[in-house]
């Protein structure tokens, strides 16, 4: 709007270093992502090998290392790798795109970066710190000998390569664990294990194709021995045979501003508790939807950017999309860990198409194919449905002895949530629940008080209504209607 406005003076505001580095430090990274984004560098560097080592002393984490025996820099190489958003040529295919990972992940985990590096046969090594960039953006450049020195000792120990970088973090800010020993080997053992399921999960394809070897090492100060452990390749589309038949199928979406893009769409099995599928989470279930590469890097695992409204559908749980981006032509956020998607792309996701499927039709056939396995493995002789959560304990106990036998037997729960104003109740086969509209709740207790075991009538007889229909585990078009009917018929009693 006001881009024609005189300029009357010039002045060069460059950016106040310490507060660049607080800001960058809040960017967002977590542990995984910031060494997933020095592992970008390796891979570009053309590294096969990559090494992080925790350093420990009794009490804490005191330095991170990570090491590569990719191509190295050289002098001016470093000096440009060191610099903020520096102008790097990149190849097409490479990891890095701004200038700025190596930099913007180190200084969200500590306040000193030191990177050694090999080329040629020579060494060299510079050095940021927050005071130094405090003070006016001063990179210190390092005592080669002395680099020489710390490379070959801590460079892929066990034998140094000729070529190879060495990036240290110290001075760490997030790493901190307060108190013990006992603390420190808690924390690094689920620190370890995240790392380990984010990175064998965002390079898995290079790990697959024995491309990269990353190993994770902790190591006491004042003890040698170390035992390296390797980053185990976790494909989230490594299913042994398909949950549909037909699946994968490729659909075409024209997205705006990027042109056509294929979207791989998979249906994992029901029920396989396999290691791509759970990802290090014990259900799997938070790991629907897109799973965007660049590059064959993973940059977004799960998640559906908005083109289904809830990212952990129940009934979708098996449904994952595996999606190649084209470099440079969708924006990636700066620690690539997702995919900005505008609402314009989402819609052109929902239109993909394959031989005259929609992309709407591969989640209909995903959320049936759930529903499917769901009703084969309660089978015709699966234990009889007592009322659970929600009805009095006594009530619930009284319903075991005289519908199971005091055998085996699966709950119907009862739960008050937010509906839509014509409906009074939904039944939710996947998860086993009759929700109750929450906005009757009053009207239901009349004088009664609210509590987790409220309405017991209400619910005993919704519970006689409908668990045929949780047996079956299906609705029929006739069905439906009917229970459209029992909703109506109830509101119209609820308003008197
Ligand atoms: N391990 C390494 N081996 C060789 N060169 C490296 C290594 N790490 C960094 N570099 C050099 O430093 C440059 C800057 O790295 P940095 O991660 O900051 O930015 P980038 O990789 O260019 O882009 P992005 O911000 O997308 O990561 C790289 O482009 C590369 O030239
Ligand atoms: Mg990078």
Known sequence: ??????AVDRVKLAPEGGGTIRALSRIGYDLPEALADLIDNSIDANARRVEITFLRNDTQITSVLIADDGGGMNADGLK????????????????????????????????????????????VAARWSVEEIDKGWTCEILDPRGAAVAFTENCLRGKAPATGTLVVWDRLTRLGVG????????????????????????????????????????????????????????????????????????????LPGVGMIDLEAHVWPSGLQADGFLLGSRAGGPFQGFYFYRNNR???????????????????????????????????????SGLQVTAGQAQAFLQATSEG????????????????????????????????????????????????????????????????????FDLDLTETRVILNRDHRR???????ASGADAPLIKMLLFLLFRADFERLRFSAKRREQLEICNALLLDSLKK
């Open 179 to 254: 108190g013990g020993d006992d603390d420190l080997d808690t924390f690094l053992s689920t620190t370890l294990a995240r790392l380990e399921t984010h990175l064998g999960l965002v390079f898995h394809r290079f790990l697959e194709a024995e491309a990269l070897t990353i190993s994770v090492i902790v190591r006491h100060e004042k003890r040698a021995l170390a035992l390296p452990r390797t980053v185990r390749a976790r494909n989230p589309f490594g299913y042994p045979c398909s949950g549909l038949k037909g699946y994968p199928k490729t659909f075409s979406a024209d």
């Open 1 to 6: 709007m006001l881009v024609d406005l005189a």
């Open 443 to 449: 009207t239901i207790l009349g004088e009664a008080p």
């Open 357 to 424: 499927l929609s992309f709407g039709d591969y989640l209909d056939a995903a959320r049936a194919a759930h529903l499917a396995a769901r009703r084969a493995q309660r089978g015709p002789s699966s234990p009889p449905l007592t009322p659970g959560a929600g009805l009095p304990s006594g009530v619930r106990k009284a319903a075991v002895k005289r519908l199971a036998k005091d055998g085996p037997h699966e709950e119907l729960d009862f739960v008050w949530g937010p509906l839509p104003a014509d409906q009074v």
């Open 298 to 336: 993973l940059i977004q695992a799960g998640g559906w950017n908005g083109v289904v409204r809830n990212d952990q559908d129940s009934d979708l749980t098996e449904a994952r999309v595996a999606v190649e981006l084209p470099t440079d032509r969708i924006a990636v956020n700066v620690q690539k």
């Open 80 to 123: 440009l790798g060191m610099q903020f958003a520096g102008r790097i040529d990149h190849e097409a295919d490479d990891l890095g795109t701004f200038g700025l990972g190596l930099k913007s992940a180190s200084f969200s985990q500590c306040e000193t970066l030191t990177v050694v590096s090999r080329r040629g046969g020579e060494t």
